[in-house]
């Protein structure tokens, strides 16, 4: 097994945690509509409700604000999952915990990943991550990506990145973990499907509650 990689990942992030030490001015504070205000009937095709997180979550997770829901989709009333957890400020620790790191933890295991491009409304195509994740008998399709000061991006290499650059430039390490799940029921190919059709149509509505 090649350690290279990980001492590489290990030194990013040690670089990454000194650059923001250091740049520590008192960031903006930036205006954002909370999620409470996010809405739960999207079209005529789907109704959600909030499904909240435990507070020894909170805890740990630190987030300036964030939203746990599930939509059901009309008809046939498949469950999509939506998850998006926002900081204010990544300067002192308190970041966005990796679907990569996380899901391992919670006992799921990465059958399939990669990145892929998807066309969205009012715009080019946006890059995001796909992946199938099983435990036991249980299988979700996740589409996730990191929506940071207005960049969509699917690399956590390319996030860390972007954070560093834009806290010396601008001042800023605002973002957020934007997660779609899918319970795969049928097929995989059909909770994909599900999951993309979900995603494009709520999109645009987080313009307005993840600062550009």
Avoid at 14 to 40: H, I, M, N, Y
Avoid at 47 to 59: A, M, P, S, V
Wanted: charged content about 20%.
């Amino acid at each position: 097994m090649k350690k290279w990689p990980i001492i590489v990942a290990v030194v990013m992030l040690v670089s990454t945690w000194g650059l923001l030490q250091s740049f520590s001015r008192a960031e903006p504070v930036l205006e954002q509509k909370p999620f409470t205000e996010f809405p739960l009937t999207i079209g005529d095709r789907w109704r959600g409700r909030e499904l909240g997180i435990e507070q020894k979550f909170l805890d740990v997770l630190k987030l300036t604000d964030y939203m746990n829901r599930v939509y059901v989709a009309k008809p046939g009333n498949v469950p999509v999952y939506l998850y998006v957890g926002y900081y204010q400020s990544q300067r002192t620790g308190s970041t966005y915990h990796s679907p990569k790191n996380c899901l391992p933890g919670a006992g799921w295991q990465f059958v399939e990943s990669e990145q892929m491009a998807i066309p969205v409304s009012g715009g080019a195509p946006i890059t995001i991550n796909k992946v199938l994740i099983q435990k036991g008998v249980d299988k979700q399709v996740i589409l996730y990506w990191y929506q940071d000061r207005g960049r969509i991006i699917a690399s956590e290499y390319w996030a860390k990145f972007y954070l560093v650059w834009d806290a010396m430039t601008r001042n800023r390490t605002d973002g957020a973990l934007v997660r779609v799940s899918v319970p795969v029921g049928q097929s995989t190919e059909q909770a994909f499907a599900m999951g993309v059709e979900f995603m494009r149509a709520t999109f645009p509505l987080l313009a307005g509650h993840l600062p550009t």
